[in-house]
């Protein structure tokens, strides 16, 4: 029904940049809420940031804010992540999801998300 797809990541040093994209196809329009999230080896999966498609709010996990800013491209259906003075700490899989709910207060939990990417990789060394 709807087919999302990343990408964007890589390998950079600490202080440096990347730009995630999520492209979302299918039947797009009962999508209400999208959202980033990452998992390193060995972690559970973590909310890192999140918009609402109808009324542009963003929502950042503590840990980025001030680094990372979500945005959408409505009319290309784009979902993108511009990643700032990144710390190793950043390194993970990144994954973008949709809900076909408006979450608010839940963004961060990734049981309430429908669909998800396949995921792309962001490496930072020290």
């Known amino acids: 029904q709807v087919q999302l797809v990343e990408s964007g990541g890589g390998s950079v040093q600490a202080g440096g940049s990347l730009r995630l994209s999520c492209a979302a196809s299918?039947?797009?329009?009962?999508?209400?809420?999208m959202g980033w999230f990452r998992q390193a080896p060995g972690k559970e999966r973590e909310g890192v940031a999140a918009i609402s498609t109808v009324g542009g709010r963003p929502y950042y996990a503590d840990s980025v804010k001030g680094r990372f800013t979500i945005s959408q491209d409505n009319p290309e259906n784009t979902l993108t992540l511009q990643m700032n003075s990144l710390k190793p700490g950043d390194t993970a899989m990144y994954y973008c999801?949709?809900?076909?709910?408006?979450?608010?207060?839940?963004?961060?939990?990734?049981?309430?998300?429908?669909?998800w990417g396949q995921g792309t990789q962001v490496t930072v060394s020290s």
């Open positions: 999801a949709a809900s076909v709910v408006l979450l608010d207060g839940t963004w961060s939990d990734p049981d309430k998300y429908n669909y």
């Open positions: 299918g039947y797009i329009f009962g999508i209400y809420f």
